[in-house]
């Protein structure tokens, strides 16, 4: 039974989300799946993508083949270097230890990188929400001028009735 590793959609229409499932190649693409694997969620940016390296590892050690968006995933989370590492571990060039070492190594230098791309998006929406204060604040301080602009003409023409008002009276 050929068994692929690759994406199952679930969420709703223009909401993407998938499952990251072991599956026999000749079942349908949302059909039945072997095994869950983990999850990926496109709409968060960067984005949101949960493995289980162990059963991944497993899988294509078993010979599961991914699809072209799941090796890239699988990628991204270290799964195909794991398998590397223990294909050396099976040869005997590394040991279980040495290929643990290089694994934890890159997946904190992995980690390391997201945490700065996650924090230059949060500098990046920080600056536009001050933007847009300073423009808004920008806003309201003009209509505040205008405002009192055009209630000065108006104070200044109610003392002029009045006096208008008081020599009428003055004449009656």
């Not at 050929?2 to 599956?23: C, E, M, S, T």
């Not at 940016?45 to 010979?63: F, H, M, Q, R, Y």
């Not at 070492?101 to 920080?126: H, I, M, P, R």
Request: hydrophobic share 40%; glycine share 6%; proline share 4%.
């Amino acid at each position: 039974m050929p068994v692929r590793i690759r994406l199952q959609r679930h969420g709703k229409k223009g909401k993407p989300f998938y499952w990251v499932v072991a599956a026999d190649s000749r079942a349908k693409r949302d059909g039945k799946f072997l095994e869950k694997l983990g999850t990926y969620n496109p709409n968060t940016n960067p984005a949101t993508i949960n493995l289980d390296v162990d059963s991944s590892v497993k899988w294509l050690s078993n010979g599961a083949q991914p699809s072209d968006t799941a090796k890239r995933i699988l990628s991204y989370k270290g799964v195909l270097l794991k398998h590397h590492l223990q294909g050396g571990v099976r040869k005997g060039a590394l040991t279980e230890e040495q290929a643990e070492e290089k694994f934890n190594a890159w997946v904190a230098e992995k980690e390391k990188s997201v945490a700065g791309k996650v924090e230059g998006l949060d500098k990046v929406k920080a600056d536009e929400a001050a933007k847009k204060f300073e423009a808004e604040k920008a806003i309201n301080e003009k209509r505040a001028a205008d405002a009192a602009a055009a209630a000065a003409p108006v104070a200044e023409e109610a003392p002029a009735d009045s006096e208008d008002a008081a020599a009428a009276s003055e004449e009656e």
